[in-house]
């Protein structure tokens, strides 16, 4: 299983950043797709995932500013990121859990300024 995320960098608050992370390795369309973030000094925390039918289910903190969808056919998930706030600042993590072992891509980094 590999997963590679992309589309981090630097941004104003109140700017936007779209993620993108591309799986190979299962059949993604059965399964539940996550993003994670970890900011400096704090654990990883849940940020957003989506299951195969389009289900999302999203942390308080991003709720109404993130959205994550899915292209079952690119095997890709997207975390699309609005109205962003310096506390976003952070590395982000796509992952996928098959049979009870996360799999984690490398993290892509989003700094956001004030």
């Known amino acids: 299983v590999q997963l590679q995320a992309s589309g981090g960098g630097l941004v104003q608050a109140g700017g936007s950043l779209r993620l993108s992370c591309v799986v190979s390795?299962?059949?993604?369309?059965?399964?539940?797709m996550r993003w994670h973030r970890q900011a400096p000094g704090k654990q990883r925390e849940l940020v957003a995932l989506?299951?195969?039918?389009?289900?999302?289910n999203y942390a308080d903190s991003v709720k109404g500013r993130f959205t994550i969808s899915r292209d079952n056919a690119k095997n890709t998930v997207y975390l699309q990121m609005n109205s962003l706030k310096p506390e976003d600042t952070a590395v982000y993590y796509c992952?996928?859990?098959?049979?009870?072992?996360?799999?984690w891509g490398q993290g892509t980094e989003v700094t956001v300024s004030s």
């Open positions: 992952a996928v859990v098959v049979g009870f072992r996360p799999y």
């Open positions: 390795g299962i059949t993604f369309s059965s399964n539940v």
């Open positions: 989506s299951s195969g039918a389009g289900t999302t």
